[in-house]
């Protein structure tokens, strides 16, 4: 299987704006957010979908989707945070994290063909970073 770009960003390849990271997973923002702070959570090892990992990683991965979005809930002062299982833009499994206070924020969509704010992204990666 090639290299799917979670697994490039995961090896330093491509450059990515990190939250949080465990012996098991990979916690970055999205670059064409849904609302500030949407992450991706995703495992170190390619598997193409969520529900095709095994048990333990699935577990890891499901403990820090929990992890984030808690944490995301309180550093960014929503009251919700909504998950998302897509599994058709990258083939490697992740976990969508999109904290949220209305639902149609959750709802929207955001402008995939805009340059991404690299900058505002950094800026809330360091806001978010999670230790």
């Known amino acids: 299987m090639e290299d799917s770009i979670f697994t490039k960003i995961i090896n330093g390849e491509i450059?990515?704006?990190?939250?949080?990271?465990?012996e098991h997973?990979?916690?970055l923002?999205?670059?064409h957010p849904i609302t500030l702070g949407h992450t991706l959570v995703i495992p170190k090892r390619?598997?193409?979908f969520v529900w095709d990992l095994d048990d333990e990683m699935y577990q890891a991965l499901q403990a820090s989707v929990k992890k984030i979005a808690l944490h995301l809930r309180t550093t960014l002062g929503v009251p919700y945070v909504g998950e998302q299982v897509i599994g058709v833009d990258v083939p490697h499994a992740h976990v969508h994290l999109i904290p949220f206070t209305e639902v149609s924020e959750y709802r929207h969509s955001p402008d995939m063909t805009a340059e991404p704010d690299?900058?505002?992204l950094?800026?809330?990666a360091i806001k978010l970073r999670y230790e």
Do not use: F, G, M, R
Request: proline share 4%; no cysteine; hydrophobic share 40%.
């Open 46 to 48: 390619q598997v193409a």
């Open 118 to 120: 690299h900058e505002l």
């Open 29 to 31: 923002l999205d670059i």
């Open 15 to 22: 450059p990515s704006h990190k939250i949080y990271e465990d």
């Open 25 to 27: 997973t990979y916690a």
């Open 122 to 124: 950094a800026n809330i």
